[in-house]
């Protein structure tokens, strides 16, 4: 159990574009996703905290007019990179929380998405 | 705030040879502490974690980890590898609190095991 998928694995757009990417939680109900960047040999870095029917939390120096984020139901978040440019090529990886009563909530983490601007 | 260092960017090993990745953490509250495993092209996957309670825990496939809190580590160790355990390896904290989100990485340690 516990599954969350990612699609598409691998995108190739122009410079200028607008690239969508979608994070589903499988077989349970997420009432967090996170979404990270990963550039090659690096760790995650997180961007943004999308709580299911509100706004996102965006880290300090992510811009959130570039990368929007919409999480419209407990299985579904969407991070959309608008106006895409080449230092945006990087590892998308999202993650989505288990809603348990639990003190801890693991994140389960989807299989990324590689993003190649041209 | 929390902090992760893993002091090792790179670890070769020879297939069969135990292995240790170090991980440090900074935080000014009690932490929960994970490790996980990724490979090539893929999400990361929980190799294993520490909440509360026995400070050793152990992952299925051989690999355990223990928390030291007064040297603030959480080394990952497992006595004898196989091909199969190359990866990168991430360490990571949350703050010990019901309703904790955050996860800060470490940079990883790539693991990679010689024949």
């Known amino acids: 159990g516990a599954v969350v998928s990612q699609h598409p694995s691998r995108v190739i757009c122009k410079s200028g574009t607008s690239v969508k990417i979608e994070c589903r939680s499988l077989d349970f109900q997420a009432t967090t996703m996170f979404w990270y960047r990963q550039f090659p040999k690096q760790s995650l870095m997180l961007m943004a905290t999308?709580?299911?029917?509100?706004?996102?939390?965006?880290e300090q120096g992510v811009e959130k007019d570039k990368f929007l984020i919409n999480h419209a139901s407990l299985t579904l978040s969407t991070l959309t990179v608008t106006s895409a440019h080449p230092e945006d090529s990087s590892f998308y990886i999202c993650?989505?929380?288990?809603?348990?009563?639990?003190?801890?909530?693991?994140?389960?983490f989807g299989p990324g998405t590689r993003l190649t601007v041209l | 705030a929390q902090s992760v260092t893993q002091l090792d960017s790179q670890v070769p090993v020879f297939e069969e040879a135990p292995v240790e990745l170090r991980c440090n953490y900074s935080?000014?509250?009690?932490?929960?502490l994970f490790w996980y495993v990724q490979y090539p092209n893929q999400g990361l996957q929980l190799l294993l974690k520490?909440?509360?309670?026995?400070?050793l825990v152990e992952s299925i496939n051989g690999f355990e980890a223990e928390f030291n809190k007064s040297q603030t580590s959480f080394h990952l160790r497992k006595p004898s590898v196989h091909i199969s355990d190359t990866a990168e390896y991430f360490c990571a904290v949350s703050p010990g609190r019901r309703g904790a989100q955050k996860l800060v990485f470490g940079q990883g340690t790539r693991l990679t095991i010689n024949p």
């Open positions: 999308s709580n299911e029917g509100s706004k996102a939390t965006y």
């Open positions: 520490y909440l509360s309670g026995s400070t």
């Open positions: 935080s000014s509250v009690s932490v929960y």
């Open positions: 993650s989505a929380r288990v809603l348990a009563g639990s003190s801890y909530n693991e994140q389960f």
